[in-house]
């Protein structure tokens, strides 16, 4: 089938072209509905006790520090896999999720095996809001110290051992995140119009077999 072929057969089908105009327009419309997600990311530093000889809580780095922020991210997230991502720079938002937050211990090790090398948990949070998104985080912060405490005390650990927390940064930060309304509403209007004259041609070609 020709390309005039198909035009003069959208002609005489102009139920199904008008159809399929009206469904396009509206899926073109409902693209300029959408203002994106907000989303935010944040660290969780876990840092060792001060003493006399390592005064700098932040300078502190163990293998200590890393296993307890990976038990506390597992205690706070539950039993579910946790998705290896190819970077720990990988965010939800680029894996699609439009409402949700995870706690990650950044793996910075390849596809054989894992790499866990700083005491940080990466909190992200992805919602509808951005009142949403600072409230959600702020009580996943505040799971994880109240869990950090839980196993510290169920442990036996003096006070003076503890192990604490601090968020970098303090204060919560909010992005709005979307895409582009014009490539969006244009590649609705190509589906549209592309799914519009496959129907035409199938329906077309099935007329012309039964002649």
Same mark, same amino acid.
């Given at each position: ?10 002609? =005489?089908?102009?139920? *199904?072209? /008008? !159809? ?10 409902? $693209? %300029?509905?959408? &203002?994106?997600?907000?989303?935010? =990311?944040?660290?969780? *530093?876990? /840092? !060792? ?10 300078? $502190? %780095?163990?293998? &200590? ?147």
């Amino acid at each position: 089938m020709t390309v005039w072929d198909l035009i003069r057969a959208a002609v =005489r089908r102009w139920p *199904v072209l /008008l !159809a399929g105009a009206v469904a396009s327009l509206g899926l073109v419309y409902t $693209t %300029t509905l959408d &203002d994106g997600v907000y989303w935010s =990311r944040t660290q969780v *530093v876990f /840092l !060792a006790p001060t003493s006399k000889a390592y005064p700098n809580a932040l300078r $502190t %780095t163990s293998e &200590d520090l890393i296993i307890t922020a990976g038990v506390v991210a597992k205690a706070v997230s539950g039993p579910a896999a946790v998705t290896k991502y190819a970077s720990p720079d990988a965010t939800l938002v680029g894996e699609g999720i439009r409402d949700g937050w995870s706690i990650r211990l950044p793996d910075t090790g390849g596809q054989w095996a894992p790499n866990f090398a700083q005491q940080v948990l990466y909190v992200e949070v992805v919602g509808a809001t951005a009142e949403q998104v600072g409230e959600r985080q702020e009580e996943i912060i505040d799971q994880i110290a109240h869990e950090l405490d839980r196993l510290q005390r169920d442990a036996g650990v003096a006070p003076v051992n503890d192990i604490t927390v601090t968020v970098a940064p303090e204060s919560t930060v909010v992005h709005q995140v979307g895409g582009s309304s014009m490539r969006a509403a244009g590649m609705a209007g190509l589906l549209g119009a592309s799914a519009t004259f496959t129907v035409i041609a199938v329906l077309e070609t099935r007329a012309r077999r039964r002649r």
